[in-house]
């Protein structure tokens, strides 16, 4: 079993920047792609970015394109998201998954809210 944990979010001004953590914890963690969904008021499920674990390959929504970054803490198991010139659209609870090799989501942590006002 993988355990993921989120932290980092927030409540925020637009324009502020924000900074997610994934933290793996369990079995040997080696994943395909650690990916970051968001659920807003409108959207149940919205793909946010994806880090790719073995080569760092990164893939970003459209509205998160310039603006957030996926990385990877050297060593170990963890994943950031980094948000910056956050807007109110950006409210959502944010999660991350782990993606297989056949783009399943097979882990997920329990989310993280990020609240950006105007």
């Known amino acids: 079993q993988v355990q993921l944990v989120e932290s980092g979010g927030g409540t925020v001004q637009a324009g502020d920047s924000l900074r997610l953590s994934c933290e793996a914890s369990g079995r040997t963690f080696n994943p395909y792609k650690v990916d970051w969904f968001r659920r807003t008021l409108r959207k149940e499920r919205e793909f946010v970015a994806a880090?790719?674990?073995?080569?760092?390959?990164?893939f970003y929504g459209d509205f998160a394109k310039g603006r957030f970054t996926a990385s990877r803490e050297n060593g170990k198991n963890i994943v950031y998201l980094q948000m910056n010139d956050l807007k109110p659209e950006d409210t959502a609870v944010y999660y991350c998954?782990?993606?297989?090799?056949?783009?399943?989501?097979?882990?997920w942590g329990q989310g993280t809210q990020v609240t950006v006002s105007s």
């Open positions: 998954a782990t993606e297989n090799v056949f783009g399943q989501n097979d882990y």
């Open positions: 880090f790719t674990w073995g080569d760092a390959t990164t």
